[in-house]
């Protein structure tokens, strides 16, 4: 643990440390959130998704960072993922005071030190992030020697919960529930693998979705699933709620190819929605890939639009 000033503010930056950690930074993500908007700061089903990732593969308490005041306030974290990435999340009242920049450079000695270790594992570019009106943000990050990607650049979508959504039609032998109905975990890991890898969040298996399940945030009945006639999870949503803000999250979500464009994936999303209500959500936003236009025409379809673009920015060191 070491403490340094910096504009004349003491700070106490330390490593993760346990779940309390955990639930400190979901509470500073929905405060400083309803201080701004619904962009500037990440929604917590995003934090806890990437934190689940982290615990998968990595260890916390070397991937996160995390500054406390010196009332013992938790003012802001730092995490470096896998791939690898790097996120910083600082309250209102201290950003751009130089904790973004001790976060950064936190970042780069840790992956050098992986670098060090496992070449192969850590040698890709170094991936960021800003929603495209966070102008501050961009200009730090090339400020720093990020450059705009597009690889993988998404589109927030955000719909109101205060309309009905249309009866959907469930297909013959299929039916909707959600993860409270039945602990399918095996089956429940299953799909995520085989809709994403190779990618890393494709890499679980069940161990590490039970513990998904114990994570504070998660909600079973808002883990959603679309049962083919075979019995099998053909498709799923992951809902997350802010209940500050009254705003829900869905990520990730797939359908097993097997089963894609055959009316699942709406039908879990539809299912999601009308939960999300029932939790007082008065809005719900959803992500996808700017050139994934099935998921486009579909989030569309159920009343989605686009309000914002999360913009990628890697860096070659």
């Known amino acids: 643990m070491t403490t340094q000033k910096q504009h004349d503010y003491p700070l ?31 929604h917590v089903g995003e934090l806890l998704f990437n ?24 003012i802001a974290y730092a995490i470096l993922g ?34 060090q270790l ?48 249309p009866a959907l039609e469930v ?8 993860m409270a109905d039945g602990e399918d975990i095996d089956g429940r890991a299953a799909a995520q693998r085989e809709v ?8 679980i298996n069940a161990v590490d979705y039970a513990y998904l399940m114990r994570l504070p945030g998660y909600h079973p009945d808002l883990d959603v699933v679309s049962i083919a006639p075979d ?12 209940p500050v803000n009254l705003i829900g999250d869905i990520g990730p979500v797939g359908a097993r190819p097997a089963y894609r464009r055959q009316g699942l994936t709406r039908l879990a999303i539809g ?10 959500m008065n809005r719900l936003c959803i992500s996808t890939g700017v050139s994934n236009t099935p998921a486009l025409n579909l989030y569309s379809s159920l009343g989605f639009s686009i309000v914002n673009r999360y913009l990628d920015y890697t860096r070659t060191d």
């Open 12 to 42: 106490i930056s330390r490593h993760y440390a346990g779940e309390s950690d955990l639930k400190s930074m979901l509470s500073m993500l929905m405060e400083a959130r309803a201080r701004t908007n619904d962009w500037h700061y990440a």
């Open 51 to 74: 934190f689940f990732m982290v615990a998968c593969h990595l260890n916390p308490s070397e991937h996160i960072r995390l500054w406390d005041n010196d009332a013992g306030q938790l």
């Open 82 to 115: 896998e791939d690898p990435s790097f996120d910083c999340q600082v309250r209102p009242e201290y950003e751009w005071r130089g904790i973004e920049t001790d976060a950064l450079a936190w970042a780069e000695t840790q992956l050098n030190k992986l670098r």
């Open 118 to 165: 496992d070449d192969n594992r850590w040698d890709s570019e170094l991936v960021s992030g800003s929603r495209q009106d966070d102008f501050r943000r961009i200009a730090f990050l090339e400020e720093h020697g990020f450059h705009y990607s597009g690889k993988f650049a998404e589109v927030n979508m955000l719909r109101t919960l205060s309309a009905v959504l």
């Open 171 to 178: 297909p013959n032998g299929c039916q909707v529930r959600s």
């Open 196 to 203: 994403w890898q190779p990618w890393t969040v494709g890499n």
């Open 231 to 242: 019995g099998s999870i053909a498709a799923y949503v992951n809902g997350w709620i802010d």
């Open 271 to 280: 299912e999601t929605i009308r939960r999300m209500q029932k939790y007082g």
